[in-house]
């Protein structure tokens, strides 16, 4: 049984020293795309281990060129499969999403406030105060618990704003942002649309970023990625869109 990971262009090759260099691991090739496979035994049995290295795989991938990832757990009988029942059905919409994404990667900060952060939410928002300071023990549980809800709905609010201001900051870098998840734990995650050629730009403006909201906020920075923030096939068809209502002098 074939694990299968995500579709390349046709011609990529596997790094031999890489992540990659497991005998498990093919590429499964047809015209001109192909995918990345790895033999596993079972495809109800996945674990956990099975996941970090499907991730492991793609990220490795990604840094060869374009990579349009396949849900976890897609899984095909063999070789000839992956060719008539995943590429040739789509093979067009395929290649358009690779073209259209060819210079592309996602990048992903991870902004977990400190302490220190959320009081100062607290000093300049007379709102969250205010309802923070209502429901005292003499209150109902009812109303305890509503106070809760609210601060806490607040509170979330409030620090997607601040993070926002802070991604906002590398807009000149990016392609385009979307925050992807947050937690009442305190941390919110955004995602970055970056071109290849601006990775290294990128990273010194997120070490800035770092530096300067220390002490607010821990920051995880994570990629380059693929693209499964972003939709691919959506800017495939988007680019399509817009050549077919250019005028003949390109505007």
Known sequence: MLLLHGVVPAGREIDEQGELSGE????????????LAREVADAEELTEDDAVKYLDALV???RG???????????APDVDAVR?????PAAEEFIRALEATADLVELRLTFTLT?????????????LRAAAGRGGPGSEMSERIEVGQLVAQRLTEQRSQLVAAWVATLDELTEDTKSISSSEEGWEQVA???????LDELDEAVR????EVDGLAEVEYVG?????????IGMAEASTTAKSQQSRWGW
């Open 24 to 35: 498990e691991y093919q590429i499964v090739q047809d015209g001109d795309l192909a995918v």
């Open 60 to 62: 490795e991938l990604v």
């Open 65 to 75: 060129g374009p990579v349009l990832p396949l849900r976890f757990g897609t899984v």
């Open 84 to 88: 008539s029942e995943v590429l040739a």
């Open 115 to 127: 302490d220190e952060a959320v009081q100062r939410l607290f000093r300049e928002d007379p709102e």
């Open 192 to 198: 970055l649309l970056v071109r290849r050629e601006r």
């Open 208 to 211: 800035a970023l770092t530096n």
């Open 224 to 232: 380059p990625l693929p693209l499964y923030s972003f939709d691919a």
